[in-house]
């Protein structure tokens, strides 16, 4: 079966701490994509990154970074130096090749000035 | 450039009443659509999906269901609101590529009262 864990459920920092952002996920297929999606107070889910199952190499985008390890089927999200406008909650999402989109439980970042 | 309108942005209905939530796309076509419901504090939930017109996967059996009567619309409907369908529905859409990223639209915050 598909799954996708964000185990940390709700994080807490102070403006320019640097925070990590879990998720594991769980899949028998080789070929598969891997999603970051943000949803500020707003509610609308915005999109941060995809990547897919071949490409193992760290991204950077900004104080954005992402570590994907398949032998550890993680896909790790940092911030660096955190901001209040980071506070959000962050979706890790995998597809495979369907049309669906599986979504983990999400974890909440609250950064504090 | 492509939009997704997404409406009514928040809705109050009382229990045993209909419900038509609906959702638009602009500048695609024959996009895939989808229907999400993230409950307080929980993850997203896949409900439904559509990947032509009248063509509808239900994904969790439940009191709603949708309809596609168009190539770029997206209805979601119950006849009786029940209190555990309180939530927040997110629309998107994807192209019919598997790789790709979905777009969502604004939301809408259904109470049920």
């Known amino acids: 079966a598909q799954k996708v864990t964000q185990a940390q459920t709700e994080i807490s920092v102070v403006e320019k701490e640097d925070v990590t952002l879990d998720c594991v996920y769980e899949?028998?297929?080789?070929?598969?994509?891997l999603f970051w999606y943000k949803q500020p107070p707003s509610g609308e889910l915005v999109f941060l990154i995809r990547?897919?199952?071949?490409?193992?190499q760290n991204e950077i985008s900004g104080r954005y970074s992402w570590n994907f390890q398949k032998s550890t089927s993680s896909f790790n999200f940092t911030i660096t130096a955190s901001q209040v406008v980071d506070s959000a909650v962050y979706f890790c999402?995998?597809?495979?090749?369907?049309?669906?989109?599986?979504f983990g439980t999400g974890t909440r970042l609250q950064v504090f000035p | 450039s492509q939009t997704i309108h997404q409406w009514p942005a928040t809705l109050v209905q009382p229990v045993g009443s209909p419900l038509s939530l609906e959702c638009t796309v602009e500048g695609t076509s024959n996009p895939n659509l989808y229907w999400y419901r993230q409950a307080a504090g929980r993850g997203l939930q896949l409900l439904f999906y559509s990947v032509g017109i009248g063509q509808i996967s239900s994904e969790v059996p439940q009191n709603l269901s949708a309809s596609r009567p168009q190539d770029r619309q997206f209805i979601l409907s119950s006849k009786k609101l029940l209190l555990s369908d309180s939530g927040f529905y997110l629309c998107a859409w994807t192209l019919h590529d598997w790789r790709e990223k979905l777009f969502f639209g604004s939301g809408t915050q259904l109470s049920v009262l």
């Open positions: 899949t028998r297929d080789t070929t598969y994509y």
């Open positions: 999402a995998l597809r495979l090749n369907t049309d669906k989109l599986i």
């Open positions: 990547r897919n199952s071949f490409d193992e």
